[in-house]
């Protein structure tokens, strides 16, 4: 399985999937823990998270995968949503709450 295969299925096998630097507990930039921070006040306590530190084939290859260059990534059912600067705009217009939401 290639490296985009490999992407496809992370981000199509949970329903919130943050590629980030380092892990919810020990963010490794500022932007990824703005990015955990924001998931947690909109409801999301556990996002399945991807360490792209630890694979350097994932974080080349998921900046290719939603034609999108900086990290963190967020994806929800299956769809890129954006970094870290939009997850804030998303969450202070109430889009993102609604967006990660259970449905039901």
């Not at 290639?2 to 963010?27: A, C, N, W, Y």
Request: a negative charge.
């Amino acid at each position: 399985m290639d490296t985009q295969d490999r992407i496809r299925e992370t981000v199509t096998g949970h329903p919130v999937v943050l590629f980030m630097k380092g892990s919810p507990q020990f963010p490794q930039c500022g932007f990824s823990a703005s990015a955990i921070q924001i998931l947690k006040a909109s409801g999301v306590d556990k996002p399945f998270t991807v360490d792209v530190l630890q694979d350097e084939e994932i974080r080349q290859a998921i900046k290719h995968y939603a034609n999108w260059p900086t990290i963190p990534q967020l994806y929800v059912n299956g769809e890129f949503v954006g970094g870290a600067d939009i997850l804030r705009e998303m969450y202070q217009s109430g889009e993102l709450q609604q967006l990660v939401a259970p449905k039901g």
